[in-house]
């Protein structure tokens, strides 16, 4: 599916209560270039209000996509089921003020596939990650292995440092920031 397949005339006298159906596949996402890489994700999309200048569409997306782990990097399927309301209107310029997109009256074709896409984007988890014990295993050993190595060279680094680059008045001791020294990052 190309993104020319998500064009949708405003100026279709028919649009108000009409229905697409659209599907972002591995295709779509490589071309839109974004943190989703892979997947399949059905949008149902209607027009649920349309006058000469203003377009109310419902979007309800519904599949699976894939993103990297945010520990391991591996690859993560989500589960996506969202729904969302878009309100586009015809002016001058294109502008996208976040609540209305505004379309120029002289393309008057809209292209869906960036809305139902960062829909699906937003209705993904902050925090990106396999559940406990499924992260790739060479790569948690890594990330061990360096996080060891950084834990050794700052306590190195703590006992052998010297504030001879501060000046002797600035030196005083803070007994409220002790408790932190015992955090590792």
Not at 18 to 42: P, W
Not at 71 to 93: A, F, K, N, P, Y
Request: aromatic fraction near 8%; include cysteine.
């Amino acid at each position: 599916m190309k993104l020319n397949d998500f064009l949708i005339d405003l100026l279709d006298a028919r649009l108000a209560g009409r229905q697409f159906d659209f599907v972002m596949n591995d295709a779509v996402f490589q071309q839109i270039d974004g943190l989703v890489t892979k997947g399949e994700v059905h949008a149902q999309v209607t027009c649920t209000k349309a006058t000469s200048q203003e377009f109310i569409f419902s979007i309800h997306s519904e599949g699976v996509v894939c993103v990297p782990c945010d520990r391991c990097l591996s690859d993560l399927e989500l589960r996506i089921e969202t729904t969302d309301q878009l309100t586009v209107r015809l002016g001058d310029t294109y502008e996208d003020d976040g609540d209305v997109l505004t379309v120029p009256s002289n393309e008057a074709q809209f292209d869906i596939s960036l809305p139902i896409y960062e829909f699906i984007v937003l209705s993904m988890p902050i925090k990106r990650t396999h559940g406990p014990g499924k992260c790739d295993s060479a790569m948690m050993q890594e990330f061990s292995k360096h996080q060891a190595a950084r834990s050794s060279r700052e306590g190195e680094e703590d006992e052998d440092s010297t504030d001879d680059d501060v000046p002797a008045d600035s030196q005083v001791h803070d007994s409220r920031w002790d408790a932190l020294k015992n955090f590792k990052v």
